[in-house]
């Protein structure tokens, strides 16, 4: 069964600090991983896939087949960092249908 | 415009009540999808429509009845809801099926009494 696992719900850090939100999945085929984030009283939106290999907003993820990983990091965590980051797998195939993580918090604190 | 639309904001509705939530987008997206999220809780699809024609129901309950009159709208039915379907309902479109990234609307608050 496909499934994506966030183990932290959530993750404090202070301003400046490094950060890195797991994500793991369990998928037999060929996914597409997705970084979706929503800030308080915003629509949620994509933040990264991994198809793109590009940075946006300082955070970059890495899919890594062999760790079945998907981990968002960031090397200097900014207060409008703080939001909800939600993990999503794309099946291949699959009508476009997202199967997303339980979500992590990330609050950055000054 | 680059936004998907939902109306209205909030609603609050008895048991007995039929009332409809509205989306819209004007992207030329050819999918368009239903999501629900509970509180402290990820979106979990409803349904697919692809070329305004219904793809993929996730087994919901009868009570929720989707609709696509047109390649930028779509509604959802609902009528003799329970409680628990209070949640926060999302409408999202893309491109098509396996393309494009989806986008998502705010969302429609429902409350159930």
């Known amino acids: 069964a496909q499934r994506v696992t966030q183990p932290e719900k959530l993750l404090s850090v202070f301003k400046g600090a490094p950060v890195e939100l797991k994500c793991n999945y369990s998928y037999s085929g060929s996914p597409e991983l997705f970084w979706y984030v929503q800030y308080s009283r915003q629509r949620l939106q994509l933040l990264l896939r991994h198809i793109s290999r590009e940075s946006i907003k300082g955070f970059t993820a890495d899919l890594n087949k062999g760790e079945t990983s998907f981990h968002l990091k960031k090397p200097f965590a900014q207060e409008e960092d703080s939001a909800m980051y939600y993990c999503a797998l794309r099946k291949s195939g699959g009508y476009n249908k997202l199967i997303f993580g339980a979500g992590t918090r990330l609050a950055v604190h000054p | 415009d680059t936004e998907v639309t939902q109306t209205p904001k909030h609603l609050v509705m008895g048991m007995t009540n039929k009332k409809s939530l509205k989306c819209e987008q004007h992207?030329?997206?050819?999918?368009m999808y239903w999501y629900k999220q509970k509180a402290k809780k990820p979106p979990e699809l409803m349904f697919v429509y692809s070329y305004e024609k219904l793809s993929i129901n996730e087994s919901v309950p009868s009570r929720f009845s989707p609709e696509c009159p047109n390649s930028s709208l779509l509604n959802l039915h609902l009528h003799a809801l329970q409680p628990e379907d209070s949640a926060l309902y999302l409408c999202a479109s893309s491109l098509g099926l396996d393309l494009g990234e989806q986008y998502f609307g705010p969302g429609t608050r429902l409350t159930v009494t």
């Open positions: 992207m030329g997206h050819r999918a």
